[in-house]
């Protein structure tokens, strides 16, 4: 994972067309994470939030939220932007280990396990299922299935420009992905995808019950998002 980490710290990452893009695009995670804090009073971990510029839309629903991201760039400016604020906390993914076991009503990892090995997978389920009060949620999101196609992921940006403002800028951003190191760091580093039986499975041998989510956090239709519970 440490090269797409290192991907991700630059601060103009291709991935985002513009700066409108990357905010509805963080605001449309934050909606959906906001949707399955059980309460206002819930402790809630977002494991590789990203930039996460719409965290104060989950910390005003709940009554912690501890954002971890492990690229330096990016948590620092997560740092700065949330400094002060009474519900948010940022730390380092090397110290979520370190957190109190049992202490989370929701734990929460989006758009993060095609980034990791199996193994990498594994050890991070055994790690949230210990985070997990008895009672608490563990939502996987915007997992990739195997038969998806770049045409589709290209499509669901359009779509996704189109009903917020910036569809030219999306069609451009295409081309411009095609020249960047995205492409090369996908063939080199890989990514990891699984069917919706693979996953199920691998949460189960994690000590997880677990189903799919009729929807999928975020634009991406074509992605899967996972509801989960301790066994």
Same mark, same amino acid.
């Given at each position: 994972?440490?090269?797409?980490?290192?991907?991700?710290?630059? /601060?103009?990452?291709?991935?985002?067309?513009?700066? &409108?893009?990357?905010?509805?695009?963080?605001?449309?995670? =934050?909606? #959906?994470?906001?949707?399955?804090? @059980?309460? @206002?009073? !819930?402790?809630?971990?977002?494991?590789?939030?990203?930039?996460?510029?719409? !965290?104060?839309?989950?910390?005003?629903? +709940?009554?912690?939220?501890?954002?971890?991201?492990?690229?330096?760039?990016?948590?620092?400016?997560?740092?700065?932007?949330? =400094?002060?604020? @009474? /519900?948010?906390?940022?730390?380092?993914?090397?110290?979520?280990?370190?957190?109190?076991?049992?202490?989370?009503?929701?734990?929460?990892?989006?758009?993060?396990?095609?980034?990791?090995?199996?193994?990498?997978?594994?050890?991070?389920?055994? %790690?949230?299922?210990?985070?997990?009060?008895?009672? #608490?949620?563990?939502?996987? #999101?915007? $997992?990739?299935?195997?038969?998806?196609? *770049?045409? *589709?992921?290209?499509?669901?940006?359009?779509?996704?420009?189109?009903?917020?403002?910036?569809?030219? *800028?999306?069609?451009?951003?295409? $081309?411009?992905?095609?020249?960047?190191?995205?492409?090369?760091? /996908?063939?080199?580093?890989?990514?990891?995808?699984?069917?919706?039986?693979? %996953?199920?499975?691998?949460?189960?041998? *994690?000590?997880?019950?677990?189903?799919?989510?009729? &929807?999928?956090? #975020?634009?991406?239709?074509?992605?899967?998002?996972?509801? +989960?519970? =301790?066994?």
């Amino acid at each position: 994972m440490s090269d797409w980490v290192k991907f991700y710290d630059f /601060k103009h990452s291709v991935i985002y067309v513009n700066a &409108r893009h990357r905010d509805v695009h963080y605001r449309a995670i =934050a909606e #959906g994470i906001r949707a399955y804090v @059980p309460s @206002p009073a !819930a402790h809630v971990l977002d494991y590789g939030c990203g930039e996460a510029t719409s !965290a104060d839309l989950v910390a005003d629903a +709940c009554g912690q939220l501890v954002l971890v991201e492990a690229a330096p760039n990016v948590r620092a400016s997560l740092t700065m932007r949330y =400094a002060g604020h @009474p /519900k948010i906390a940022v730390i380092a993914a090397e110290q979520a280990a370190a957190l109190p076991k049992a202490s989370f009503d929701l734990v929460v990892m989006h758009s993060v396990a095609q980034y990791l090995t199996q193994t990498e997978l594994d050890r991070l389920l055994a %790690m949230f299922r210990a985070l997990l009060k008895p009672d #608490g949620l563990f939502v996987l #999101g915007d $997992v990739v299935p195997p038969h998806i196609a *770049a045409p *589709a992921a290209a499509l669901a940006l359009l779509r996704f420009g189109a009903a917020n403002g910036f569809f030219w *800028a999306a069609a451009f951003g295409l $081309v411009r992905i095609f020249a960047s190191d995205y492409l090369r760091l /996908k063939k080199t580093a890989g990514l990891s995808h699984y069917t919706e039986a693979a %996953m199920l499975e691998r949460l189960r041998k *994690a000590g997880l019950k677990a189903e799919r989510a009729t &929807r999928n956090i #975020g634009h991406n239709r074509w992605r899967m998002t996972f509801l +989960c519970r =301790a066994a």
